[in-house]
C-alpha cells in the first residue's frame, strides 16, 4: 500500500490497470499495455495491480468490474475507464496528462 501511493504521487502520468488472472479483457489488454509502455518510456508509467490479491486497494477504489483503468497524475485520479479500450485511445488519453 505505501508503495503504491509512493507510486501515484509522482508528476508523472501513472495508469493503474486493475485486473485479474481469470479475466479474458484483461488478458486482451495486456500486449495493448506492453505495446503502450514501450512506447511512452519514461514520459509515463504502467502498473498492473491484481485485485484478487490487493482486495483492499481494489475496494478504496470502488473497482467493481475488471479491466479499470486509473490515471493518476500527483496523487490525483485524473481518469477512469472499465473494460477494454484501443490502443490508441488510451495513448491518446495518457499523452493529454504528460
Not at 73 to 86: C, D, F, S, Y
Request: net charge negative; hydrophobic share 40%.
Amino acid at each position: 500500500m505505501e508503495k503504491f501511493e509512493k507510486l501515484i504521487q509522482s508528476s508523472h502520468p501513472v495508469l493503474i490497470d486493475f485486473f485479474a488472472e481469470w479475466c479474458g479483457p484483461c488478458k486482451t489488454m495486456k500486449p495493448i499495455l506492453k505495446d503502450i509502455e514501450g512506447k511512452l518510456g519514461s514520459e509515463a508509467h504502467i502498473e498492473t495491480i491484481d485485485v484478487d490479491q490487493e482486495e483492499v486497494l481494489a475496494a478504496r477504489y470502488q473497482i467493481q468490474a475488471v479491466p479499470t483503468f486509473i490515471l493518476f497524475k500527483n496523487g490525483e485520479a485524473v481518469w477512469r475507464h472499465t473494460g477494454i479500450i484501443l490502443g490508441n485511445e488510451l495513448m491518446k488519453v495518457i499523452k493529454q496528462h504528460t
